[in-house]
């Protein structure tokens, strides 16, 4: 038996639920695992494995804005980001000197690597995008990348190879020699999967990301139900907070569900309304949603590429948070095709271990 430490980058819920599958496979070959991590992305961890042992695992907030200031913020936290990479790297140092540990898996967390011990990277974005205004950071982001992806054996890169079925579009794409000789397509992980059931709700609205830009939308999501025709449920997705189920018209409001409760919610809305991260993306291509809506978190590069992307592809509808109609904006969504078809996680989790974990742990 081998033992792996696991650790999440704690902005927003998507890292900790795309390492879901990968930990459940870990566990179902006997391997002992250890989740490092902090804030929501433990709490989401420590609910949906209680047996495993955690340990609490400091990372760095993020740098978001309420407004559109999220790359000039971004860059302006880069000394004190440096600093909180380097003490990462230290606590992880000594995490090891503790434990022994057999693979060690960052999920964008850039100082949880090691040298003595097998290091894994998980990332879908190996190339940035930014706004034209900032184009030479872009091109000057390669090349740190490049440094970044030396310090790791390997890179997981959950989305389909280049081509017609790729989820991320350039953002996974290899832009340099030592990430082509490192990167592993694994194809979408998501701890969401397809169950047997009736389609009763029109929709399912998700409300994520890190604050304050979850809670702004919250807002407006709540005080614009009433325009909507039909009935549905809106997940708040805030772990932290005392799980509490509220009332409003034909809507029912949850401050959290466990991922089972989500998948069962997921595959019963007729139509998700989401933002546009891209775990909750593979989570729609792994259910094979026709009708979704995406609101990328405002200021936050990635989600408005992705966003724009799919529309170009004709695959979902996408609107700004600040112009968000949602009567006029589902009326849209029927004009969609949603994702083509494609591998789903258990396929691919199944590759993933048996042509690159397993040679590290057995």
Known sequence: MAHVLVSPLNWGLGHATRDIPVIRTL????????????????????????????????????????????????????????????????????ILAKDQYDLVISDNRLGVFSSTVPSIFISHQLHYHLPFLFWPAEILAIPVNMYLHERYDRIIVPDNPPGPISLAGKLSRPQTDVARERVFFSGILSSTRQIACTQDLDYLIVISGPEPQRTILEKIILADLKNIEGSGVVLLGNPQRPK??????????????????????????????????????????????????????????????????????????????????????????????????????AENTKRLYDELLAGYLE
């Open 27 to 94: 566990l179902a070959h006997g391997h002992e695992v250890t989740i490092a991590a902090c804030g929501s992305a433990l709490s989401v961890l420590r609910q949906e494995f209680p047996d495993a042992r955690s340990i609490e695992y400091p990372d760095y907030p993020v740098p978001y804005s309420s407004g559109h200031l999220f790359v000039p913020k971004f860059c302006a936290a880069m000394p004190f980001m440096l600093r909180a990479v380097a003490q990462e790297h230290a606590t992880l140092e000594a």
């Open 244 to 345: 509490a189920t509220t009332r409003t018209g034909d809507w029912t409001c949850v401050s959290y569900v466990s991922t089972e409760e989500k998948t069962e919610l997921m595959n019963r809305a007729q139509c998700v309304i989401c933002r546009s991260g891209y775990t909750t993306l593979m989570e729609l291509a792994e259910l094979g949603k026709k009708r979704a809506l995406l609101i990328p978190t405002p200021g936050q590069t990635e989600q408005e590429y992705l966003s724009w992307y799919y529309e170009q592809n004709s695959w979902y509808h996408s609107q700004e948070q600040d112009r968000l109609d949602l009567a006029e904006d589902l009326g849209m969504c029927r004009h969609y095709r949603g994702f083509p078809a494609m591998p789903k996680t």
